[in-house]
């Protein structure tokens, strides 16, 4: 069955620190993937998207790779700030058409 | 330019009873879709509508429901309200040529 996968765990990191958040998908061969960030109680909010020929992205402080042999991306916030404190989501679209976003990972930074 | 609009923010059923949810999505955005969150189950897609026509459908029975107008509104209904439909329900919009979504802040429904 087609599976999106992020680490339900929170993560905790210092500020100033990158952090790093995974999502890991299977039977699925997207054509792109997407980042969203969600504070609590708000709709996701719209952050990068790659391409299956794009290997690595970047915005400011964010990067996003984009592995389609592992079948899996990688988001980083660089020199994370108390205020990147939210839950971040990949979102890809199925074999059906529909945007299926994953679990979300809860990011703190703590300063 | 006005982001996407949900109506109500808030809203209290019990069971049984059926709601009606709206969403005014971005000036000229075309597509809109629907999400139910819940804190076990994250984002579940419900269906997306394109000009008025229901381009897809997630995994809910029958009891949810949804229609788009002209104007490009949007309305969700669900009837006979179960405590499982608590969630928070989540509008997006998209423009014709654009993947990302605009969500609306939601409406957080509670069913007692």
């Known amino acids: 069955s087609q599976k999106i996968e992020q680490n339900s765990e929170a993560l905790n990191i210092q500020e100033g620190k990158t952090a790093t958040l995974t999502c890991n998908y299977t039977n699925y061969s997207p054509a792109y993937l997407q980042w969203y960030r969600q504070d609590p109680g708000r709709g996701p909010v719209f952050l990068l998207l790659i391409r299956e020929n794009e290997k690595e992205k970047r915005k400011e402080r964010l990067k996003v790779t984009f592995d389609t042999t592992l079948k899996q991306s990688l988001f980083h916030i660089t020199a994370s700030q108390p205020a990147d404190s939210a839950t971040y989501l990949c979102?890809?679209?199925?074999?059906?058409?529909?945007?299926?976003f994953g679990t979300g990972t809860r990011l703190q930074v703590f300063p | 330019k006005a982001g996407v609009t949900q109506t109500p923010r808030y809203l209290i059923k019990t069971r049984g009873q059926q709601v009606t949810l709206s969403c005014s999505p971005i000036s000229g955005h075309r597509s809109v879709s629907w999400y139910q969150q819940t804190p076990g189950q994250g984002l579940q897609f419900l269906f997306e509508?394109?000009?008025?026509?229901?381009?897809n459908k997630g995994n809910f029975p029958g009891r949810f429901s949804g229609r788009q107008f002209s104007n490009s509104r949007s309305e969700m209904n669900v009837s006979t309200l179960e405590l499982g439909d608590s969630a928070l329900y989540l509008c997006?919009?998209?423009?014709?040529?654009?993947?990302?979504?605009?969500f609306g802040s939601g409406t957080q429904l509670s069913v007692l």
């Open positions: 997006a919009s998209r423009g014709t040529t654009n993947e990302k979504l605009f």
């Open positions: 979102a890809l679209r199925s074999n059906t058409d529909k945007l299926i």
């Open positions: 509508y394109f000009s008025e026509t229901q381009r």
